[in-house]
């Protein structure tokens, strides 16, 4: 299955140790260019489209750029269409307010030990 990541560099460059290619985004513009180029093939200028990016599954995104996304993220979710969108915690941890997973499962599942 193939992966991308958009988030901050830090994590960009683990998951490229890992063999997950990826973009920087440190603004909601930069994130925002790099989900259109990946979800529409939109170009924005000076961008440059590769051939394999139309093949990717799954995206996955840090939760800070999850929300600078907003409602474009959530419309392209309900499309149901490819690539399908991982929220995972940023380098700096989970975004206040925001469930980890054990607290998802413990919720799914009704365990609280």
Same mark, same amino acid.
């Given at each position: 299955?193939?992966?991308?990541? @958009? %988030?901050?560099?830090?994590?960009?460059?683990?998951?490229?140790?890992? %063999? @997950?290619?990826?973009?920087?985004?440190?603004?909601?513009?930069?994130? !925002?260019?790099?989900?259109?180029? !990946?979800?529409? %093939? =939109?170009?924005?200028?000076?961008?440059?489209? !590769?051939?394999?990016?139309?093949?990717?599954k799954v995206l996955i995104l840090t939760e800070e750029v999850a929300a600078w996304l907003g409602n474009e993220l959530i *419309?392209?979710?309900?499309? %149901?269409?490819?690539? !399908?969108?991982? =929220?995972?915690?940023?380098?700096?941890?989970?975004?206040?307010?925001?469930?980890?997973? #054990? *607290?998802?499962?413990?919720?799914? @599942?009704? @365990?609280? #030990?």
């Amino acid at each position: 299955m193939e992966y991308y990541f @958009i %988030g901050d560099a830090e994590l960009l460059t683990a998951f490229r140790f890992i %063999g @997950i290619e990826g973009t920087a985004a440190n603004t909601p513009e930069e994130a !925002l260019s790099a989900f259109r180029r !990946l979800t529409r %093939g =939109e170009v924005a200028e000076g961008a440059v489209l !590769l051939p394999q990016e139309s093949n990717y599954k799954v995206l996955i995104l840090t939760e800070e750029v999850a929300a600078w996304l907003g409602n474009e993220l959530i *419309d392209w979710q309900l499309s %149901g269409k490819y690539p !399908l969108v991982v =929220e995972i915690p940023g380098i700096l941890g989970p975004m206040e307010g925001r469930k980890t997973l #054990i *607290d998802a499962i413990r919720e799914a @599942i009704g @365990i609280h #030990i």
